[in-house]
C-alpha cells in the first residue's frame, strides 16, 4: 500500500479557483467516505483551510483523484486540473512534514496549520477512514513539526495574516484608534485579527456571529460589542474596516450591502479584509469607489516581506524534515516485512509446540529425562533446519550461489573460515 498527496494551494491557484474546491467542516465526513467508496483507497483525510485543500491517502495504486474532487464540487476536471499537484510516498510525507511545520505556508513559521492539521486527523479519525500507516504518518507529522518549531527560530518574528491586515488598514487610515472595526466570524483568525487591531486602540470593536454566545465571549475579551449576523446589512455603514472569516458557504457580504453603506458614509472611504475561503465579500465589492477590498493573496505579498530574516531557520528546519522522511519510510518498508516476519514465527512456534508434546510424553513414559531433553533439541534444530537446507540442496547453478550467500547473511555464518 502506498501514500500519496493530492492537493491545490496559495502556490499553484489563485483564490477563485481555491474557493471552489474548499470543505465545509461539517462535509468532511461525508466526503472522507465518498472518497473511500470506490474500495481505491484504503485510509483517507482531508486538509481543507483558507489556503489549500490536500487528500492524504494510502492506497493500493494511485487513485483518479482529480476526477473525484472536480466530481465532488461538481465543476470540469479540466478546470481544476492544471493547479492541482500530486506527490507519490516519499514526496508525500515530506510534503506533509513541511506543511506541518509551516514551510508551506503563506506566513512561513505560522502556528495555526498545525492545529488545523490534527483537526483534520481527529475527523478522519472519527469518519473511520484514519488507519494505520496513515495513523502513523499523522503522528509523526506532529513530532517533526514539534521538534522544527522548538529547535529552530522558525516561528520567530513571524509577519502574521492578522498583523498584515492591520498594516494594510493604516496605509488608508492614519490610526486605527479612530476608527470603528467590524468582526464578522469567531473563530481562531478572527480571534487573532481582534488582537491585533485591538492593540492599536480602535474607537470601537463589534463581533457579529452566528452563534451569539461566541460573538459576546470574543467581544468580552477586548471591551467590544455584538451584532447578529442578520443585522450587519442595516449597520455596516457605521464601520471602517472589515475583517470576516467565517465557513460560509455563501458571501455574507454583497455588492447591494457594499453601495447601500457607502450611500450612508457619503463616501467616506472603508477597508474590507476577506480571510474566508470561499469568500464571505462579493469580489465585485473592489471594484467600487472608496473601497479598498484585501484578500488573502493580498496579504500574502506583506508577509512575504519577511522571509529573508527566517531563510537560515528554514535550512535547518528542511535538515530535519529530510532525516525524518528517511527514518519513517524505513518504519514503512519494514511494515512491509510484518506478514512474512509474523508467518515465520508461526511456523516456528508450531515447531516447538510440536516437539514439546512429544517430549513431555517421553517423560510422563519414564524415559531418561537427559535423553528426552537432548531428543527434543535435535528435533527443534532439525525441523527448523529443513527447510533452508532443502532448498539449497535443489538449487542450481546462480541460484544455489545467491541462496549460499543469503542464508549467510541471515544466520551469520562464515563458511570457510
Not at 301 to 321: H, K, P, T, W
Request: hydrophobic share 45%; charged share 25%; glycine share 6%.
Amino acid at each position: 500500500m502506498q501514500l500519496f498527496t493530492l492537493g491545490i494551494n496559495h502556490h499553484t491557484a489563485p483564490l477563485a479557483v481555491r474557493e471552489q474546491v474548499a470543505f465545509q467542516p461539517e462535509q468532511l465526513p461525508q466526503a472522507l467516505n465518498d472518497l473511500m467508496r470506490g474500495k481505491q483507497v484504503r485510509e483517507a483525510a482531508i486538509l481543507s483551510t483558507c489556503n489549500r485543500t490536500e487528500l492524504y491517502c494510502a492506497a493500493e495504486q494511485p487513485l483518479a483523484a482529480i476526477e473525484w474532487l472536480a466530481d465532488y464540487h461538481a465543476l470540469p476536471a479540466d478546470k481544476i486540473s492544471p493547479y492541482i499537484y500530486t506527490f507519490p510516498q516519499k514526496d508525500a510525507v515530506r510534503h506533509m512534514f513541511r506543511v506541518a511545520s509551516g514551510l508551506d505556508s503563506m506566513v512561513l513559521g505560522e502556528p495555526q496549520i498545525l492545529g488545523q492539521m490534527k483537526l483534520a486527523a481527529r475527523t478522519a479519525g472519527e469518519a473511520g477512514t484514519l488507519g494505520t500507516l496513515l495513523g502513523k504518518l499523522f503522528q509523526r507529522t506532529f513530532a517533526v513539526a514539534k521538534e522544527v518549531r522548538s529547535t529552530t527560530a522558525i516561528g520567530e518574528n513571524t509577519v502574521s495574516m492578522a498583523a498584515a491586515a492591520v498594516h494594510l488598514s493604516q496605509r488608508i487610515f492614519a490610526s486605527i484608534s479612530e476608527q470603528q472595526v467590524l468582526f464578522i466570524g469567531a473563530g481562531e483568525m478572527i480571534e487573532l485579527c481582534a488582537a491585533h487591531f485591538a492593540g492599536q486602540g480602535p474607537r470601537r470593536i463589534t463581533i457579529a456571529n452566528r452563534t451569539p454566545e461566541k460573538a459576546q465571549s470574543l467581544a468580552a475579551r477586548f471591551q467590544g460589542d455584538t451584532l447578529r449576523l442578520d443585522e450587519v446589512a442595516e449597520r455596516l455603514w457605521q464601520y471602517d474596516i472589515v475583517v470576516a472569516s467565517t465557513a460560509s458557504p455563501l458571501p455574507i457580504i454583497g455588492l447591494g450591502m457594499v453601495e447601500r453603506a457607502l450611500k450612508t458614509r457619503r463616501h467616506r472611504p472603508m477597508v474590507m479584509v476577506d480571510l474566508a475561503v470561499p469568500r464571505d465579500i462579493e469580489a465585485e465589492v473592489a471594484k467600487l469607489d472608496d473601497i479598498f477590498l484585501y484578500t488573502l493573496d493580498d496579504l500574502g505579498q506583506i508577509v512575504e516581506s519577511g522571509l529573508e530574516s527566517r531563510q537560515a531557520a528554514v535550512v535547518e528546519a528542511e535538515a530535519i524534515i529530510d532525516s525524518q522522511v528517511e527514518s519513517f519510510l524505513q518504519w514503512v518498508d519494514a511494515r512491509e516485512t510484518v506478514p512474512t516476519i509474523r508467518a515465520l514465527r508461526d511456523a516456528a512456534e508450531r515447531t516447538r509446540r510440536h516437539e514439546l508434546e512429544h517430549a513431555q510424553k517421553l517423560l510422563a513414559r519414564g524415559d531418561d529425562p537427559v535423553r528426552v531433553l537432548e531428543a527434543l533439541s535435535h528435533g527443534i534444530t532439525n525441523k527448523l533446519l529443513h527447510p533452508p537446507t532443502q532448498t539449497l540442496n535443489l538449487s542450481e547453478g546462480r541460484e544455489r550461489t545467491e541462496l549460499a550467500n543469503l542464508i549467510a547473511r541471515i544466520y551469520h555464518l562464515h563458511p570457510g573460515e
